[in-house]
């Protein structure tokens, strides 16, 4: 067998208990931050501070995410997932009570950024999906990383009205504090994905190869660092829309009722995408399948700026980015586990994922910069549509295949 290649050892059907958990839990730890410009109006109205306080607070909370999942994922990789998740429901918990508690914006900042940040890198997909992945085949892998994938988008679907209702229902502040508590059922959920990179039900043989080699052979990797780049994009058009959306219509004169349907719809069409990336990237090119979603996106957000703004707009709007909302993570992920297999996955997907939220972080923090200099939102708009083309250039070049490692010898 050539070196490079590594034997898989398989066990028959899916394990549909541990797919069922960590769905269970995407649902959770995405719904909550996907519904932040919710608490953003209210919140500022009766603190009175602007909205580049808010979208600093968002920013940061992106950042972080992105920054703690390659850490969060080679501890799971290493001492266990359910540790690691444990750790999540903790972060998630106290940053949402802190956020709405919060009397300064650097108890923000801390609070709804930092820990909330750490909370979701703990429990995100990067955590979630390398669980997965070392529990089903090669052939089943992109299709089950498209259900996970669609979970986290049902959980922008479900907690869309429920965060609405509890403000509603019983203020901004304390609509927070029942999120927190609803994040302590996590570790409870997570009891079936225990174990790390050397459990599950599917095995590859392991080469000696370190943390540090491991790192060192991604960053040499032309197609890697392609992908890497590329997925800086996804991160930056998603959490602008996320986080500004809903001031954004009100901006322009819709109802506040179209910002909750927007974004319930773009979660239930989200999980219909995600599903169908997970069918399509495993039947075909998935750094060509990227490109396309990238170019679509460019597409969409031109034709919503350019056409009349009115209700039937915002839907048709959420309907279309809900189909390409998260359909880029399923071909993602895949692509690298096919160059560097599973082993290492949760913190080399992780890496990847620390770009995505570096342009989260920049999508979220100038959506609220230049609004508050420029008074619109048009500036990162059209920024995201050139961005969409520049993401679709750098993934059409990107090889699907795995890393030569000649000069690796697989473990005794």
């Given at each position: 067998?050539?070196?490079?290649?590594?034997?898989?050892?398989?066990k028959p059907g899916v394990p549909w208990l541990i797919?069922?958990?960590?769905?269970?839990?995407?649902?959770?730890?995405?719904?909550?931050?996907?519904?932040?410009?919710?608490?953003?109006?209210?919140?500022?109205?009766?603190?009175?501070?602007?909205?580049?306080?808010?979208?600093?607070?968002?920013?940061?909370?992106?950042?972080?995410?992105?920054?703690?999942?390659?850490?969060?994922?080679?501890?799971?990789?290493?001492?266990?997932?359910?540790?690691?998740?444990?750790?999540?429901?903790?972060?998630?918990?106290s940053g949402l009570v802190m956020m709405a508690w919060?009397?300064?914006?650097?108890?923000?900042?801390?609070?709804?950024?930092?820990?909330?940040?750490?909370?979701?890198?703990?429990?995100?997909?990067?955590?979630?999906?390398?669980?997965f992945a070392r529990n089903v085949s090669a052939a089943?892998?992109?299709?089950?990383?498209?259900?996970?994938?669609?979970?986290?988008?049902?959980?922008?679907?479900?907690?869309?009205?429920?965060?609405?209702?509890?403000?509603?229902?019983?203020?901004?502040?304390?609509?927070?504090?029942?999120?927190?508590?609803?994040?302590?059922?996590?570790?409870?959920?997570?009891?079936?994905?225990?174990?790390?990179?050397?459990?599950?039900?599917?095995?590859?043989?392991?080469?000696?190869?370190?943390?540090?080699?491991?790192?060192?052979?991604?960053?040499?990797?032309?197609?890697?660092?392609?992908?890497?780049?590329?997925?800086?994009?996804?991160?930056?058009?998603?959490?602008?829309?996320?986080?500004?959306?809903?001031?954004?219509?009100?901006?322009?004169?819709?109802?506040?009722?179209?910002?909750?349907?927007?974004?319930?719809?773009?979660?239930?069409?989200?999980?219909?995408?995600?599903?169908?990336?997970?069918?399509?990237?495993?039947?075909?090119?998935?750094?060509?399948?990227?490109?396309?979603?990238?170019?679509?996106?460019?597409?969409?957000?031109?034709?919503?700026?350019?056409?009349?703004?009115?209700?039937?707009?915002?839907?048709?709007?959420?309907?279309?980015?809900?189909?390409?909302?998260?359909?880029?993570?399923?071909?993602?992920?895949?692509?690298?586990?096919?160059?560097?297999?599973?082993?290492?996955?949760?913190?080399?997907?992780?890496?990847?994922?620390?770009?995505?939220?570096?342009?989260?972080?920049?999508?979220?923090?100038?959506?609220?910069?230049?609004?508050?200099?420029?008074?619109?939102?048009?500036?990162?708009?059209?920024?995201?549509?050139?961005?969409?083309?520049?993401?679709?250039?750098?993934?059409?070049?990107?090889?699907?295949?795995?890393?030569?490692?000649?000069?690796?010898?697989?473990?005794?």
């Open positions: 067998m050539p070196q490079n290649e590594a034997s898989v050892v398989q797919i069922i958990a960590g769905c269970l839990i995407a649902l959770l730890t995405f719904g909550p931050r996907s519904a932040m410009g919710f608490f953003q109006l209210p919140m500022l109205a009766e603190k009175g501070w602007d909205r580049s306080t808010f979208g600093m607070a968002m920013a940061l909370q992106n950042l972080f995410w992105g920054a703690g999942q390659p850490f969060f994922g080679a501890i799971a990789d290493k001492y266990g997932t359910w540790r690691v998740l444990l750790v999540s429901a903790l972060l998630y918990s919060a009397t300064s914006p650097g108890i923000l900042y801390l609070g709804g950024g930092v820990l909330v940040g750490l909370g979701i890198a703990a429990g995100s997909f990067g955590v979630i999906l390398s669980a089943n892998r992109t299709f089950v990383f498209g259900i996970g994938t669609a979970a986290g988008s049902a959980g922008m679907f479900v907690f869309a009205p429920i965060s609405q209702g509890l403000i509603d229902r019983f203020g901004w502040s304390d609509g927070l504090v029942y999120l927190g508590i609803a994040m302590l059922i996590v570790p409870l959920l997570a009891i079936p994905l225990r174990g790390n990179s050397t459990s599950g039900r599917t095995s590859e043989a392991q080469y000696k190869q370190s943390i540090g080699q491991a790192l060192k052979e991604a960053f040499a990797h032309k197609s890697y660092l392609l992908l890497t780049t590329g997925f800086f994009v996804c991160g930056f058009q998603v959490a602008f829309i996320t986080a500004h959306f809903p001031a954004y219509l009100g901006d322009i004169g819709i109802d506040a009722t179209y910002a909750v349907l927007a974004l319930a719809l773009i979660g239930f069409f989200n999980i219909i995408g995600s599903l169908a990336s997970g069918v399509i990237s495993q039947r075909y090119s998935k750094p060509k399948f990227l490109a396309f979603l990238y170019i679509g996106r460019s597409i969409l957000v031109t034709a919503f700026l350019l056409l009349p703004q009115t209700g039937t707009s915002v839907i048709v709007f959420a309907i279309l980015m809900g189909l390409m909302w998260l359909s880029t993570v399923p071909p993602t992920n895949s692509l690298v586990a096919i160059m560097f297999g599973t082993r290492y996955l949760g913190m080399l997907g992780g890496v990847v994922f620390f770009s995505h939220q570096i342009g989260s972080f920049l999508g979220v923090w100038l959506g609220g910069y230049l609004y508050d200099h420029f008074g619109s939102y048009d500036p990162v708009w059209w920024l995201g549509v050139v961005l969409g083309i520049f993401a679709a250039i750098v993934h059409w070049p990107i090889e699907e295949t795995a890393a030569v490692r000649p000069a690796l010898q697989p473990a005794e």
